[in-house]
């Protein structure tokens, strides 16, 4: 028996077809590995890429959007469509036997994959462009992708049964496209017709139709050929029905027609996506209309100017769906930028790691925090990052996803990536409020991503998370915790400072829920100025009864240095954060990056968590008037 093949086009596109979904998905696999309750990925850590997997996860999709283009034009053009035809003939076959139900239950496996493809590159582009993107379009992706390896197995497993091995071995074993039939002519079918019939006539009716003299002659006499014929022409055959031959037509190559006409619509896809990249706007005002620091919204310059919107996701609770929809507003006067950020929070969470007296001593109140990675008793926060850096279609190039993406520096405490710029990317500026430690006091911390730092001896020794390369920018802050860095989270601890008078520092709080999706009341604060407060003695915490609670944060100091150029205000009201923001337009810090044209921007939203913020993957270019 002869081996079994395929057309070279099928086998190119079906290989190319297995590495981008492969790249794809094992990427895709690395990025989720972040997102909350999927630390089991990590058991697939030998296995999944490292450092930075969002770059060759984008690249992965501009491919496979290609191939996609590519492969239908191709079936199309190569006559190839009645493959993949799902018909009623092979809808009925499904209740048929043999190879006839094999075959529909092929095609149909063979749609599905089609369709599981298409989901995948549909939610990831709305993911990607901010369009209803949002914790069930994350959702779909993520269900979309699982699909795949299940419906990959079915198709392998339903050619076997087709042909056995000789039937799987078709795809490495390539042949020549045979050329579809030419379209049918009715001239020449008629002629054909003519001839058939002429054929098939009794011979005796022929004879009467013919005078004896005429049997004389030649059947079918010799015509003179016209004189304006060519020599080709004129040895053309003359029958009456017969129409000389068609000139042969240059066929083009079905695989080629199809890259070419793919790569074309993919460039434009890339160039559309530069060319529409998301703008912030920076509008140029009077120093005379700058806004007032005050959290408050109502600011005439606000109200005049139309914010950016996008919906963040991938992030920890905000009601249980990660996400956060994000309005974005910026002006300038020439020398400082302004900014407001307002963004959905369903509770105003201000309890950053308390304290509660029990029987035994001291507890602090945390979950996760042993790990780097607190989710519950963590205060609001959010960040602003901006990059020279072109990112669009790259996707971040400052996080490196894995336990450990750089071999020799410490695993991360989490399971999760790291923060670092890589070499060449350059500057990363951080921006990093919080809703009680600094951000009352007006101010927010000014960081920044560099390359990987070295180790501090606590994380070498897993008493401390590594943190990649972030760092603050030098400089003095004006909040600390109120216990010892590196204390055991589960055992007693000592406090730093206690709560010169108990029953005012309790008023302060407002009214204590220990629950964390609780809101904190309308002008209450979890931190311990330093007039209010005294260093920790037994006499004091005797006076203390079981159960009380005390603010995790001690404000004491200024903010100094890089570390204070950002000042801020911030209030919360109906489930939404408004954040007011000032910066020089150019701080002239290595560790900082001027507001200008061109500069990138993200923004992320934390919701009483410790590190599990949400994202965007589209950046955001600032035009500045």
Known sequence: ????????????????????????????????????????????????????????????????????????????RSGLTARVRLDQIRLRGLLGKGQVRLRSVNTVLTWALFADIAALLASGGLLYFGLFAGHDMAMLHWYATWALPALVTLHVLSHARLGGLAQLLRIIRPSRLAPPPPPLDAGELLAMLAEQSARLEPEAARNEMHAPEARLQ??????????????????????PLRRPPRRATLQANPLVVAVAVALTGVSLIVASDRFAVDRLQVHRIASADAPLLDGDTSD???????????????G??????????????????????YFLFSWDDPTRSLKHLPLIKEADGWHMLHNGLENGDEREFN?????????????????????????????DKPATMTGRGLHYAAEGVGAVDVWLWKATSGGPAGWIDDGHFGPPLPPTPQQQSHLAPYKGGYTPDPGNSNYSDNFVAGAAADATIVPRRLPRDPKAM????????????HSESTGSRWYMSEVESLPYSAEQDARMPVGTVIPGVIMAGEFAGDRADIRCAARWA????????????????????????GVFMRVAAFDHSQIRHTRHVRPIRLEVE
């Open 1 to 76: 028996m002869r081996d079994r093949k395929t057309d070279y086009g099928t086998v190119i596109l079906h290989w190319l077809f297995v590495a981008a979904l492969g790249v794809a998905f094992v990427t895709g696999l690395r990025i989720a590995t972040e997102a909350p309750g999927r630390q089991w990925l990590n058991a697939f850590d030998a296995i999944l890429p490292r450092a930075n997997v969002w770059v060759p996860h984008m690249q992965a999709a501009l491919v496979l959007v290609a191939l996609a283009f590519t492969y239908a034009i191709y079936l199309v």
């Open 218 to 239: 030649p059947e079918h006499p010799v015509e003179q050929a016209p004189l304006d014929r060519s020599p080709a022409q004129q040895s053309w055959p003359t029958h």
């Open 300 to 314: 005439r310059i606000w109200r005049n100017i139309r914010p950016f919107s996008l919906v963040t996701h991938h």
């Open 316 to 337: 920890d609770n905000f009601d249980g769906k990660g996400e956060a929809r994000i309005e974005i507003r910026a002006v300038h006067d020439g020398t400082w930028a």
């Open 379 to 407: 205060e609001d926060k959010f960040s602003v990052l901006f990059t020279r850096a072109d990112v669009t279609i790259a996707g971040d190039r400052t996080f490196h996803a894995s336990p450990q993406p750089l071999a």
């Open 506 to 517: 309790k008023e302060a709080m407002g009214e204590i829920h220990l629950d964390p999706d």
């Open 574 to 597: 109906s489930g939404r954060w408004s954040l007011e923001v000032a910066r020089r337009l150019d701080t002239g810090s290595a560790n900082d990056v001027a507001i200008e044209s």
